[in-house]
């Protein structure tokens, strides 16, 4: 398999951003680190191995970068204020750096997907919602879709508009809403063990159907759990048979 770390200061972060590439053809999926983690940690946890067979086959190309949550939501040193800016600065990473570098590195017209789990799904579909016009669909596994569940009581308008439960049923923009729903690929699965939150997953989809956004929602059984096994067996089956 093709791996490429490239990495860059970023002028929205301020900061050095390695990403890893996996594979050289295919549509690109853009995975968002768990939590505290960094752009490895797909890697490490087998998942890339897991998606080698589409990687390899040509079917996708994936990348896959650092996430800042410790510098954000995650760090209890921070004031809550300051968490928002830097929500909004890595979204601005992402669309203004990371996905100009996905399709420098594959082509204009590469359909970009982003993905992730638990936190990491969050962003995916927030990622998403926000720049319907530069990320194609989302596959968010595990998540949790109020980001006040990560604020610790603190609530402002930037948490507001990066909370996908709480801006979606408001959102009346109609280009916005209409690229959303041109995606043929919103993807919600979850399942029903340790750690696991269905019911939140199925509020989010009610909020999605409250707009006439179509998405797919599949809630697995009371033995997945929020775990690298259960994200492990998600996601290669949904880009080989959903894609």
Avoid: C
Wanted: hydrophobic residues 40%.
């Amino acid at each position: 398999m093709r791996r490429e770390i490239s990495s860059w200061y970023s002028p929205a972060l301020g900061k050095e951003m390695p990403v890893v590439a996996y594979g050289h053809y295919g549509f690109a999926v853009l995975l968002v680190p768990t939590a505290a983690a960094d752009y490895l940690e797909y890697e490490r946890f087998q998942l890339i191995d897991a998606l080698a067979p589409l990687i390899n086959s040509g079917k996708i190309r994936v990348f896959s970068i650092n996430s800042i949550n410790t510098e954000s939501w995650l760090n209890n040193e921070m004031e809550p204020a300051h968490k928002a800016i830097r929500q909004n600065q890595f979204n601005e990473y992402v669309f203004n750096e990371v996905i100009p570098y996905i399709r420098n590195a594959t082509s204009p017209d590469t359909m970009v997907f982003t993905s992730g789990a638990s936190f990491g799904a969050l962003h995916a579909m927030n990622l998403f919602l926000k720049r319907p016009d530069i990320i194609n669909g989302v596959i968010s596994m595990s998540g949790v879709y109020d980001l006040s569940e990560y604020t610790k009581g603190f609530w402002d308008d930037q948490v507001y508009y990066n909370s996908p439960y709480h801006y979606i049923p408001n959102l009346t923009d109609q280009w916005y809403l209409d690229k959303i729903k041109a995606s043929n690929h919103i993807h919600i699965y979850t399942g029903s063990g340790d750690f696991e939150d269905p019911e939140a997953n199925k509020r989010f989809s009610q909020v999605l159907w409250d707009k006439g956004i179509w998405h797919e929602l599949s809630v697995w059984g009371p033995d997945v759990k929020h775990d690298w096994p259960t994200w492990r067996a998600m996601l290669p089956m949904i880009l080989d048979t959903k894609f």
